[in-house]
Every structure is written in C-alpha cells, then in structure tokens.
C-alpha cells in the first residue's frame, strides 16, 4: 500500500503538457513503455520501457501510446517500476546511466 507521501512522488503523465511540464521543472524521473497486463501470455519487453532523468533529450522520443510516470526519487521508482513493469522488463537510458556512474566516480 502506497503511503500519503509515496502517491505525491508518482505522478502518472496523461499529456504532451503534462511531459513538458515535468520536463521544464527538471526535477526527478521519468519513465516511459509498457506496463503488464496480468491478463496477457507474454510481457513487453525490456528494451521499451525506460527510466530517465526528466531532463533528458531522449524523452522527446516517447510516443503518445506508451505510459508515462514522473517519479520523485529513485527508489519510488525501482519499487513501482518491479511491481507494475516486472524486475528485468525496464532499464535506465544509455545517456541517463552514463551520467549516473560519472557522478558517483566524481564523488568518490
């Protein structure tokens, strides 16, 4: 059960206006793909379904037709991302992945 404080970290993004929006703020992540349907035979697959951070250019690239979902940190993320996409089905963007391990050998 998702806590007060967890809801107001997972906003789902309906419109180009709304992915803008959370673009322009720059803050947190954004995911884009394919979520499970329990009813379906087979899962999307892992390629499609990405998390990036809400700056990045390759955000331009999401379609109209995959969910979309603005998240406040990177654990609210992994949580609902394991839970509603499946643990292998989604990974980071290249670029995004790239800036995360530069900062982390810059901070150490």
Same mark, same amino acid.
Request: with cysteine; proline share 4%.
């Given at each position: ?22 673009? $322009? ?11 499970? *349907?329990? =009813? @379906? #035979?087979?899962?999307? &697959?892992?390629?499609?379904?990405? $998390? ?11 379609? *109209?037709? =995959? @969910? #979309?979902?603005?998240? &406040? ?36």
């Amino acid at each position: 059960m998702l806590t007060k404080d967890q809801v107001a970290s997972i906003v789902s993004i309906e419109t180009p206006h709304d992915l803008a929006e959370a673009r $322009l703020e720059a803050v947190g992540f954004v995911f884009h793909g394919t979520l499970l *349907d329990p =009813e @379906a #035979k087979r899962a999307p &697959r892992g390629g499609a379904n990405l $998390l990036h951070f809400a700056r990045c250019a390759k955000l331009d690239k999401a379609t *109209d037709a =995959e @969910a #979309k979902f603005w998240y &406040r940190s990177i654990k609210i993320a992994k949580q609902h991302l394991d839970e509603h996409v499946g643990p292998s089905r989604w990974k980071w963007c290249k670029i995004c992945e790239r800036e995360i391990t530069q900062k982390i050998l810059n901070e150490s």
